[in-house]
């Protein structure tokens, strides 16, 4: 009898050592990426991933046009110079061009990181509220 005691004191410590260990991890996780993860998955998917392309398009056509302007202040006297030379249509079209790919490719990367980073909060939040339903039966026991 005395045996059988010993081997269900120890259960007991396990179970307990495991308790502790489970809610340490939910408790790390509900005060770190967690409240991100919420928040991600608060969205529906596609409004999640559209309003981030957007910001993502929004912030790259920002920046194309700040380079473009450091490239035409250096180069001013320069072009300057070639104006009366070039086609103004022809080098509009170019710049036209490399400003959507720019921001097209720009655009399609984020797209494609933001729809990975909503699966894993997505995935982080079930395996978050499965560990949860894991300490709630340990609880039940």
Do not use: P
């Amino acid at each position: 009898m005395h045996g059988h005691a010993m081997t269900a004191g120890r259960y007991k410590d396990m179970i307990n050592e495991e308790k502790v260990i489970l809610m340490t991890k939910l408790a790390s996780y509900e005060s770190n990426e967690g409240k991100k993860d919420i928040r991600t998955v608060n969205y529906f998917r596609g409004d999640y991933i559209g309003f981030q392309v957007l910001k993502s398009v929004i912030a790259a056509t920002i920046s194309f046009f700040a380079l473009f302007a450091v490239y035409a202040f250096y180069n001013f006297e320069q072009l300057m110079q070639d104006v009366y030379k070039m086609d103004l249509l022809e080098y509009g079209k170019s710049i036209v061009v490399l400003y959507l790919c720019a921001v097209g490719g720009y655009g399609v990367i984020s797209y494609i990181l933001y729809n990975i980073k909503y699966s894993k909060a997505k995935n982080s939040l079930k395996h978050y509220y499965n560990n949860l339903k894991r300490l709630s039966s340990m609880y039940d026991k």
